[in-house]
């Protein structure tokens, strides 16, 4: 059973430039949420993905955004690429229930690399 | 101040020894409580999940929530160096987004 998977794994850009990262979902989980890790931090919410739509998101500028496809994988943006930008990307998906208790389940990260 | 607090460390104990973690917190809505453990390089995994108040308990490892204190705490025994790693607190209220503290890395020495 695959977990969830990303990619790539590292990502070199400069400022100003444009990224995208990409994450499949483990197997029967249709929701996708995005966190940052920056170096010796915890993990900061950015969005989550349910239904192709956007349903919630932290305190992150317009400059990040996302997308999920009808396959449930999903895409995160980030234009205008800032030096603080440079972090850890993580991918968490889950599958959404009527109960609450909803499991997150993280891949291993894209590291990007702003220079 | 941060929603969550957790201890930097690092945390050195020796092979055998238990390890004992915690986090605060300030936001009383919280309700679901997580520990994740991540590797350098890698992805945190989930090792134990709680809802409200109580004691959960699952092979080596132990989770408290007490949340009239606003503190959570997670035991692991009989420590092994492969226990080497960053431990992560993290909590939710009803909706999806998790709230993480900063971390606490444990060097368990053989």
């Known amino acids: 059973d695959a977990g969830v998977t990303q990619s790539p794994t590292h990502l070199i850009k400069t400022r100003g430039q444009q990224v995208t990262l990409r994450c499949s979902p483990k197997?029967?989980?249709?929701?996708v949420s995005w966190y940052q890790q920056a170096l010796g931090q915890g993990p900061q919410f950015i969005f989550q993905y349910y239904e192709e739509e956007e349903r919630q998101r932290g305190n992150f500028p317009d400059r990040f955004s996302g997308h999920q496809f009808p396959n449930y994988s999903s895409e995160l943006n980030v234009n205008a690429l800032l030096l603080g930008d440079s972090a850890l990307y993580l991918c968490a998906s889950s599958r959404k229930t009527t109960a609450t208790n909803e499991k997150l389940f993280f891949g291993s990260g894209t590291q990007l690399s702003v220079l | 101040q941060k929603e969550v607090e957790q201890d930097p460390g690092p945390l050195s104990v020796p092979e055998g020894a238990i390890v004992s973690l915690n986090c605060t917190y300030s936001n009383s809505a919280f309700q679901y409580f997580m520990w994740y453990r991540q590797y350098s390089r890698k992805g945190p995994e989930l090792l134990m999940y709680?809802?409200?108040?109580g004691n959960k308990e699952d092979g080596r490892f132990t989770a408290q929530v007490d949340k009239s204190s606003k503190y959570i705490s997670l035991f692991i025994r009989d420590s092994q160096p492969s226990d080497s790693a960053t431990y992560l607190c993290?909590?939710?209220?009803?909706?999806?987004?998790?709230?993480f503290g900063g971390g606490t890395r444990v060097l368990v020495k053989p």
């Open positions: 709680t809802y409200s108040s």
């Open positions: 993290a909590m939710r209220a009803a909706g999806n987004k998790l709230t």
């Open positions: 197997s029967g989980h249709d929701t």
